[in-house]
């Protein structure tokens, strides 16, 4: 076994191990989603724009089992304590009754009637969760439990949704029950991932496409440098920048910065003050970017578009502004180690790189960040491998299916 399916199984276990304790029965049922990141294609969501994000080999697990009462009890593990355990009735769920973590799962329940679910003869659930995502390291622990959630009650209760509609599901819950503005990137990621593969996604029409990385062949992976800086301008500069976006494109007489290509920009230099201008330079040329990345991987395969995402990071350098020293810096540890290409991902201000290098240089690279961000007074960063995987699905039950192994996707 590989050490994502020992560690998905490991979950598996927990979960099962969890539910017994906290419902004192065995659960029915045994679903995971992935965390994602995010290969290229920054700051063009907003912008209804490109991006190329790709499931990862960290799960959220959730055991369930149906109950009589039309009662949801749903309870979640953080750090090494006991379960918090909430509980609701299905027909009280609501954006204003909802709170805290479980404003996710419950949310989502409520989010599935909003998008035309008949709730009226869903049974109650028992749910219990784990997750090996550490939460809001920018790995979109929110979404995975979006998707476990919306996975399960889609099967469980009939509803009959596609994956693009259980994304949209996930976004609702998120912009509605939790509050907080995201796109649908996330979900998409997580629902529509598949093996050695990232998720184009069309920000616009929602369109998506599976684009196979082709990793595995050309013995290349990614590596995560977590910086664990957050800055808390973060929330005023992503507000700023959007504003910049949307001054640019009124003042250039689009509907968004996506209508514009990069033969636009010397007009965009004359009509715009020097800041707005890089602003919309970033996002043009970044749309460009994910989509030239998707030809490449095509055409030439992985190797072939290391310059894309160093291109990407110099961007959000230079134009965008939204690096940070920790960044940058090991942006440049994963150069000078041999990298392909490496890029901050995510929104900046703090957060991840990632690399895209030879296996073989996965524990040089390790210790090249640790040394670098040591030497510069930096706080040690996490360093670790992902690896592109499938997206949200059904597991057997461990020990359900004689000879199978626990953990084991089963078909979806
Ligand atoms: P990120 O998605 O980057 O991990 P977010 O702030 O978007 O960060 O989402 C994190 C929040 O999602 C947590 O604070 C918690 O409320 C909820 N959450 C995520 N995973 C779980 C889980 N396994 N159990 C309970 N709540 C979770
Ligand atoms: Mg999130």
Redesign the pocket.
């Known amino acids: 076994m590989s050490a994502a399916t020992t560690a998905l199984a490991a979950l598996a276990e927990a979960a099962v191990a969890g539910f017994g304790r906290t419902f004192g029965r065995p659960p029915t049922s045994l679903w995971s989603a992935p965390g994602r990141v995010n290969l290229i294609g920054e700051h063009t969501d907003y912008n209804d724009g490109f991006v190329l994000p790709f499931a990862i080999d960290r799960h ?1 697990v959730m055991a369930a089992a149906p109950r009589g009462d039309r009662r949801i009890r749903v309870a ?1 593990v953080f750090a090494d304590g006991p379960a918090d355990v909430v509980e609701a009735a299905i027909d009280d769920i609501a954006p204003a009754t909802v709170d ?2 479980s404003a ?1 799962p419950l949310g989502v329940i409520w989010a599935a009637g909003r998008l035309g679910a008949d709730l009226a003869a869903a049974a109650g659930l028992d749910l219990y ?1 784990v ?1 090996d ?1 550490p ?11 979006e998707a476990v959630v919306a996975i399960a009650i889609d099967e469980l209760w009939g509803l009959g949704f596609d994956r693009s509609t259980l994304a949209r599901i996930g976004r609702l819950a998120e912009n509605e029950a939790v509050g ?1 503005p995201t796109g649908i990137m996330d979900q998409s990621a997580v629902l529509l991932g598949e093996t050695d593969s990232a998720v184009l996604l069309d920000c616009r029409s929602l369109v998506t496409q599976v684009v196979p990385l082709g990793l595995a062949d050309e013995q290349l992976t990614i590596v995560v440098t977590d910086t664990r800086v957050s800055h808390a301008h973060a929330t005023g500069g992503y507000a700023a920048r959007r504003a910049s976006c949307e001054k640019g494109a009124a003042i250039l007489g689009v509907p968004s910065l996506r209508d514009l290509t990069v033969d636009d920009l010397a007009r965009a230099s004359a009509e715009l003050d020097d800041e707005t201008f890089r602003r919309v330079r970033h996002v043009v040329t970044e749309n460009d970017r994910v989509l030239a990345t998707v030809e490449r991987l095509r055409d030439a395969g992985p190797g072939a578009i290391g310059e894309l995402l160093d291109a990407s990071h110099s961007s959000m350098r230079d134009d965008f502004e939204i690096s940070v020293p920790e960044l940058d810096l090991a942006v440049e540890v994963a150069r000078r180690v041999g990298a392909v290409g490496s890029r901050m991902t995510g929104g900046g201000f703090g957060g991840a790189s990632i690399a895209l290098i030879r296996r073989s240089l996965v524990e040089p690279l390790r210790q090249a960040q640790e040394q670098a961000f040591a030497a510069s007074g930096h706080r040690a960063p996490e360093v670790f491998e992902v690896v592109p995987s499938a997206g949200a699905g059904r597991l057997a039950l461990p020990g359900a299916l004689p000879g199978s192994l626990p953990g084991e996707e089963t078909a979806r």
């Open positions: 959220t979640s805290g973590w996710y969760l997750s995502i939460i809001g390291a920018g790995l979109s622990s929110s979404a995975a439990i907080a």
